[in-house]
């Protein structure tokens, strides 16, 4: 079977970033569409935004099988059929929450040694084994790196991690796009179709 | 002059030493200097102004009158300008940021107007923008 086409997807907070993703998935995937959600309803802002996505998604004309997983990519392997299309979202919910994993036990994965090295690695391999399935993979994420350098060591290294994963991500994708005001502009492959 | 803009961890500086791989350059670094160096005559990369300018200045004029005698000192066909857009967050808290973040919106203004070529760097990938 040919490989699924991989799809990277960033821009600003309410720029029409999800809604460019379903539209090309639905333009370009074969099978089912799942959608992968990140978001965990930790509070009633969260659950609110979950909410509205859920909504966006129903009142569309065609449906969609929704996955939640915050974090640990690998788990949905199992659960994607030949020729899906997925659309995952985001990386900056899906790092926030690996970067946290195991603060109950008073160490979380960024303050072990390695560990969210280990986690982007395995994000990585999970997509290229997801596009080995599903006819198409689009990841969205957020552009958040163009303000002033952030004040606390977590935020530092929150940055640092996410533009070297969106670096790797678009090193890999067949597709990038930046959403800027619901127009995307398409930076890979620079010309053609 | 050639002015690459990016955001931060975007690759920008990756990138530059890439292309000049086979050059011998002098690469200022200005974050780590409370001031700027005299350029050499030869390919020139100025980088870090951000950093630079919060740590040493506290008045935008002053700021890129001291940034402009480095740039007017260099030769303009092999200097190489790179800098961090930091203009699309949330209106910092600290008066300071907000200082530092209209000083470096007008700085880049200022360089894109005298630059010959400007590249926007996203996540390793260059677009001309002039």
Known sequence: MVRGRLVFISGGVRSGKTAFAENWLCAHAAGRR??????RPIDREMRERIRH????RAARPESWETIERPADFSGILPMIREGDGLLIDCITTWLANE???????????????GCLEEKVEALLCALSEMTGKASAVV?????????????TADIRAYSEMLGHIHQRLVSMADLAYEMDAGIPLRWKPENGK | MHVYIGGAHNGKREYVRTALADEKVQWVEAGDLSRLPKPESG??????LEAYLSSNHRDEE???KDVFRFIEAADQDRLVVIVTDIGRGIVPADPHSRWLRDTCGRLNQRLFREAG???RIWYGLAKELK
């Open chain 2, 62 to 64: 002053s700021a890129l």
């Open chain 1, 99 to 113: 970067m946290y994993e195991g603060i109950e036990s008073g160490l979380p994965c960024h303050r072990r040694q």
């Open chain 1, 139 to 151: 990841v969205v994420s957020n552009e958040v790196l163009d303000e002033p350098l952030p004040a």
């Open chain 1, 34 to 39: 799942v959608y992968v959600a990140t978001g």
């Open chain 2, 43 to 48: 390919r020139v990369v100025l980088a870090g």
């Open chain 2, 117 to 119: 070529r400007v590249t």
């Open chain 1, 53 to 56: 996505h859920r909504q966006d």
